[in-house]
């Protein structure tokens, strides 16, 4: 079973960028589909981005498409996921989750799809 443990998130004013990680333990995280989402208070969590196990990609939510990029070291075990031009619309707590996937290309926008999770870091940006 894999344990997920973000870190990473804080305070920084609009315009800025964070980068979160996300290390894994307990399974062969190669093996593993991860995304990150989110969600802000009095709000629906959010999927924000998806990376395959065969890191053949990163598929992104509308509303970070062009600014976020994630991306995964499985040598490390760590899924990262780089916030750049950050708006005060991005606040919220973001999770990183994953699952044991058969297909070397498979994601999902679902989070319903995804077994394991984090406990969330919190990013507040500022305007």
């Known amino acids: 079973q894999v344990q997920l443990v973000e870190s990473g998130g804080g305070l920084v004013q609009a315009g800025g960028s964070l980068r979160l990680s996300c290390a894994a333990s307990?399974?062969?995280?190669?093996?593993?589909?991860a995304a990150w989402f989110r969600q802000a208070p009095g709000k629906e969590r959010e999927f924000v981005a998806a990376?395959?196990?065969?890191?053949?990609?990163?598929y992104y939510g509308d509303s970070v498409k062009g600014r976020f990029i994630i991306s995964r070291d499985n040598a490390k075990n760590t899924v990262y996921l780089q916030m750049n031009n950050l708006k005060p619309e991005d606040t919220a707590v973001y999770s990183c989750?994953?699952?044991?996937?058969?297909?070397?290309?498979?994601?999902?926008?679902?989070?319903?799809?995804?077994?394991?999770w984090g406990q969330g870091t919190q990013v507040t940006v500022s305007s």
């Open positions: 307990g399974g062969t995280f190669s093996g593993y589909t």
């Open positions: 990376i395959t196990r065969g890191d053949g990609g990163g």
């Open positions: 989750a994953a699952y044991e996937s058969r297909f070397i290309a498979s994601y999902s926008y679902n989070a319903g799809e995804y077994r394991y």
